[in-house]
T-cell receptor
Framework: AQTVTQSQPEMSVQEAETVTLSCTYD???????LFWYKQPPSRQMILVIR??????QNATENRFSVNFQKAAKSFSLKISDSQLGDAAMYFC???????????FGTGTRLKVLA | NAGVTQTPKFQVLKTGQSMTLQCAQD?????MSWYRQDPGMGLRLIHY?????ITDQGEVPNGYNVSRSTTEDFPLRLLSAAPSQTSVYFC?????WGGGNEQFFGPGTRLTVL
């Protein structure tokens, strides 16, 4: 069975600083993909970044980057130069083609302090 | 494109009542899914569909039915509502079931069962 674990229910970061959100996963599949989604107070889920497990290079999207450690089954999200608009709930997710399922973690609420 | 639409946005039910949450997408996506979001539990997969006429159970399927007669629509039926089904429900779709495609989410339905 797939599992996704986010051990930080809440994090805070000062505006313009850097913060890292943790995520670990477990799957027996070899073909899988990892995601970070953002859910602002509007409740709308937005894709932040995506990583293919077969790629060693860490994905980056502007101020957002991941640290993908395949052997450790770790997939952390780094937000650089944090902005007030980054305040949201962040969900880590794993998708395996073999099971068709997307499994989400419990989320980390990020607060950005002015 | 309207993307993924859900109706209603809010609903209050009494225990034992039945209802259908509607979900539609206009992107010709093959894969559709339903999640429930509860505090501290993240998003949990209820049911999913890999194409018209094909559905399967997710992590928490009990008390819910789905069908997929068209590519566009994927309604979720609550057969006999219980207070434990009080939650926010999200419908999502992606281009296909494989390849780690991004999921696009609807705005959610907040359901309260009294």
């Amino acid at each position: 069975a797939q599992t996704v674990t986010q051990s930080q229910p809440e994090m805070s970061v000062q505006e313009a600083e850097t913060v890292t959100l943790s995520c670990t996963y477990d799957t027996s599949e070899s073909d899988y993909y990892l995601f970070w989604y953002k859910q602002p107070p509007s409740r709308q889920m937005i894709l932040v970044i995506r990583q293919e497990a077969y790629k060693q290079q860490n994905a980056t999207e502007n101020r957002f980057s991941v640290n993908f450690q395949k052997a450790a089954k770790s997939f952390s999200l780094k937000i650089s130069d944090s902005q007030l608009g980054d305040a949201a709930m962040y969900f880590c997710a794993c998708h395996t083609s073999g099971t068709y399922k997307y499994i989400f973690g419990t989320g980390t609420r990020l607060k950005v302090l002015a | 494109n309207a993307g993924v639409t859900q109706t209603p946005k809010f609903q209050v039910l009494k225990t034992g009542q039945s209802m259908t949450l509607q979900c539609a997408q206009d992107m010709n996506h093959e894969y559709m899914s339903w999640y429930r979001q509860d505090p501290g539990m993240g998003l949990r997969l209820i049911h999913y569909s890999v194409g018209a006429g094909i559905t399967d159970q997710g992590e928490v399927p009990n008390g819910y039915n789905v069908s997929r007669s068209t590519t566009e629509d994927f309604p979720l039926r609550l057969l006999s509502a219980a207070p434990s089904q009080t939650s926010v429900y999200f419908c999502a779709s992606s281009y296909s079931w494989g390849g780690g495609n991004e999921q696009f989410f609807g705005p959610g339905t907040r359901l309260t069962v009294l």
